[in-house]
């Protein structure tokens, strides 16, 4: 992600300075800000420079935020797996390619054994045979799409869904409507992956299988590599992997074929493949690689071979790699389908790693303030308002976000903390009365009536500590 700064000087000179400035009657504006474009009647907005980290932050009446990054970087997608935990509850669960920011996504009945992701949705198969598919960013639901699947896999644009039942060859639309037969005799064939949009790969004791996305009646499949491996597809760069008899091959995807391009040996067991979106590594499953079923990643090279372990709690599926996000629309979305007073951003070079947004009763009444210097090690912003009623945050990885405030109970506002360093959200402070603070040499010190402290720092969730003065460094 790239920060312009000229561009962000002229809309600073353009929107005023300070007080209400843009918020009232004026017809709503559009101000470009980092990698934001945000739509309403606005403050003028605040850019904080921190050590390393970059934090914007724009308050008012937000009728529209969307995020466009031109960059994505690899920080910023997420491992899918499926796992079990106390209780034996199954739940699908994301974490970030180095096996922090770890999320349960959703608890299902049945145990994931295949897991396909876009940018919006991740489609599963469980043991008994349903395909469903859950919100990327999280869902208590999953909506079952068909039953009696055997296996299935997704189109690169996501568009469709390729699936079998029995050895009868379907595919449908992502929403699982438009079905249509491909071919009805396809005994003993898996699928494990679509090269493109317009054909698949199958799985089968006899090696890798393409197959046309068609209607169609007759046998149609191209054998491609022998033996039945382990397979991972890179659509976007056109290469084939695949993991057979402790040996990883790497191949590349020809117009009708696959030629082969290196191949190494490897050691201990690999039950699944997914390729990272920039092409550089693979995820893999390994059944009791050090006593509980682990996660774990390696180069796509195969001559670097090496288990880099990320999850090792009972992790029993094949992995997905969800893609590069380019752009997603933060305003109106998720809860925040009126609007919102408040979005707060960090950037770190190519990454964005937290986003915050907010809202309140009277989304006039919002004004954010900056209230200590940027000499401590945090960036810190303070929100006040008539009376707060949502507040979110998300992390770099597939922006899925968690709740501090979720109604409105009588805050007025509070305080949030960013790493001047990495950019990551640090802690949240809300408060029911105005604060009194002091700045200290090293910290922002805030007393009063009715606080909650968050510590979110490496956490996705965080317990409040209440008390009557905390300090924010």
Not at 135 to 140: D, F, M, N, Q, R
Not at 290 to 304: L, R, Y
Not at 367 to 382: C, E, Q
């Amino acid at each position: 992600m790239k920060r312009n700064y000229a561009l962000f000087l002229a809309i600073l000179i353009l929107a005023g300075c300070g007080g209400e400035a843009g918020v009232a009657s004026a017809p709503p504006s559009e101000i470009s800000a980092g990698s934001f474009r945000v739509t309403g009647q606005m403050k003028a907005p605040l850019v904080a420079a921190g050590t390393s980290a970059t934090v914007y932050a724009l308050s008012g009446a937000i009728t529209k935020a969307t995020m466009s990054d031109l960059n994505p970087t690899i920080e910023e997608t997420e491992i899918i797996f499926g796992r079990l935990g106390a209780g034996s509850v199954y739940s699908l669960v994301g974490c970030s390619p180095d096996g922090s920011n770890v999320r349960t996504i959703h608890a299902t009945t049945g145990l994931p054994t295949q897991i396909f992701a876009t940018t919006g949705w991740i489609y599963f198969r469980t043991l008994g045979g349903e395909l469903r598919r859950v919100a990327l960013a999280g869902s208590s639901t999953s909506t079952l799409l068909k039953s009696g699947v055997g296996s299935f896999a997704l189109t690169p644009d996501g568009t469709k869904i390729v699936f079998n039942q029995g050895s009868v060859f379907k595919f449908a639309n992502a929403d699982g409507s438009a079905e249509n037969t491909m071919i009805t005799d396809a005994s003993g064939h898996e699928f494990v992956g679509c090269p493109d949009n317009a054909n698949a790969y199958t799985s089968h004791p006899g090696g890798v299988y393409r197959i046309a996305i068609q209607a169609a009646s007759s046998f149609n499949l191209t054998r491609v590599v022998a033996g039945r491996p382990q397979v991972a597809v890179d659509s976007f760069n056109r290469r084939l992997y695949t993991h057979y008899a402790n040996s990883l091959t790497k191949l590349a995807i020809g117009a009708d074929s696959v030629t082969f391009t290196e191949s190494a040996t490897t050691t201990g067991n690999v039950a699944g493949l997914a390729c990272s979106p920039d092409g550089k590594s693979l995820a893999s499953y390994s059944p009791n690689a050090v006593a509980t079923d682990s996660i774990f990643t390696c180069s796509s090279n195969p001559a670097q071979f090496s288990r880099n372990m990320i999850a090792q709690e009972y992790a029993l599926s094949n992995p997905a790699w969800t893609p590069y996000i380019i752009s997603r629309q933060f305003v109106p979305a998720n809860v925040y389908t009126t609007g919102a007073a408040a979005l707060l951003f960090s950037e770190f070079g190519k990454r964005m790693p937290a986003i915050v947004l907010a809202d309140c009763t009277t989304r006039a009444s919002m004004v954010v303030t900056k209230p200590v210097s940027d000499n401590l090690s945090n960036v810190i912003y303070r929100l006040d308002c008539d009376e707060l009623s949502k507040l979110h945050y998300t992390r770099a990885n597939s922006y899925s976000f968690n709740s501090i405030v979720t109604s409105a109970t009588g805050l007025k506002g509070c305080f949030v903390s960013f790493d001047a360093e990495s950019g990551e959200l640090a802690s949240v402070l809300t408060f029911t009365r105005a604060p009194v603070t002091r700045a200290t040499k090293t910290s922002l010190v805030v007393s009063g009536e009715g606080l909650a402290f968050y510590e979110l720092r490496g956490k996705f969730a965080a317990v409040p500590k209440t008390g009557s003065e905390f300090s924010l460094r």
